[in-house]
């Protein structure tokens, strides 16, 4: 069974930076691609990067590119985003999710039996 667990949201000012981690389980990273999506209040959920080792790619949406950076540690089978520079425009509940894939500019997923979504992670920037 897929297992996946966010941490590390909180509050924060304009300008400031959190790291997310998700920690997974019943998985490996050679098998599946891991994503990041989030949800504003009001707004449909939204896919902003993904790593894929099967692939060997990274992606970021536009509106994170340059700002956000997708990674991941083997040992600890934890994926991170490290989110700089934070907006107001980025609060939103945080969630990881595997298997995902990109389809054109969109992070798609999860898909199939074992897809799996964690609990989400509330990140709020303020003014």
């Known amino acids: 069974e897929i297992q996946l667990e966010e941490s590390g949201g909180g509050l924060v000012q304009a300008g400031g930076s959190l790291r997310l981690s998700c920690a997974a389980s019943?998985?490996?990273?050679?098998?599946?691609?891991v994503g990041w999506f989030r949800q504003a209040p009001g707004k449909a959920r939204e896919g902003v990067s993904c790593?894929?080792?099967?692939?060997?790619?990274?992606y970021y949406s536009d509106a994170v590119k340059g700002r956000f950076t997708i990674s991941e540690d083997n040992a600890e089978n934890t994926v991170y985003l490290q989110m700089n520079n934070l907006k107001p425009e980025d609060t939103a509940v945080y969630y990881c999710?595997?298997?995902?894939?990109?389809?054109?500019?969109?992070?798609?997923?999860?898909?199939?039996?074992?897809?799996?979504w964690g609990q989400g992670t509330q990140v709020t920037v303020s003014s």
């Open positions: 019943g998985f490996t990273f050679d098998e599946y691609a």
């Open positions: 790593i894929s080792t099967p692939d060997g790619t990274i």
């Open positions: 999710a595997t298997p995902v894939t990109v389809v054109g500019s969109t992070i798609l997923g999860p898909y199939g039996d074992l897809g799996s």
